[in-house]
Nanobody, 124 residues
Framework: QVQLVKSGGGLVQAGGSLRLSCAAS????????MGWFRQTPGKERQFVAA????????YYADSVKGRFTISRDNAKNTVYLQMNSLKPEDTGVYYC?????????????????WGQGTQVTVSS
């Protein structure tokens, strides 16, 4: 069992930056692949970024490539999402999630554990 607690988020102007953090309980954090998803009203939760358990490989949605960076610190049981050059279309509720299997990492249905959502609002 993994419990995920998020921090970060808020309101920022277009072009600004935010960093989301997601701290996990338990000693087995390092075995989980981790992902970030976002959801807007009336839409399904969409893949944003993922990182494998070792942190060696990362994956991004096309819409955030070059602007967002996912990273993790297994010693701190924490995964991060650095968001730069934010756009109004990045607005949404962001969720971190943990996946014990191989994926596909972009498939939200593969993830077993979810953190609470945090609102990110980008004003134009």
């Amino acid at each position: 069992q993994v419990q995920l607690v998020k921090s970060g988020g808020g309101l920022v102007q277009a072009g600004g930056s935010l960093r989301l953090s997601c701290a996990a309980s338990g000693r087995t954090f390092s075995i989980y692949n981790m992902g970030w998803f976002r959801q807007t009203p009336g839409k399904e939760r969409q893949f944003v970024a993922a990182i494998i358990s070792s942190g060696v490989n990362t994956y991004y949605a096309d819409s955030v490539k070059g602007r967002f960076t996912i990273s993790r610190d297994n010693a701190k049981n924490t995964v991060y999402l650095q968001m730069n050059s934010l756009k109004p279309e990045d607005t949404g509720v962001y969720y971190c999630a943990a996946l014990s299997g191989p994926g596909p990492l972009a498939d939200r249905n593969q993830y077993s554990f979810w953190g609470q959502g945090t609102q990110v609002t980008v004003s134009s």
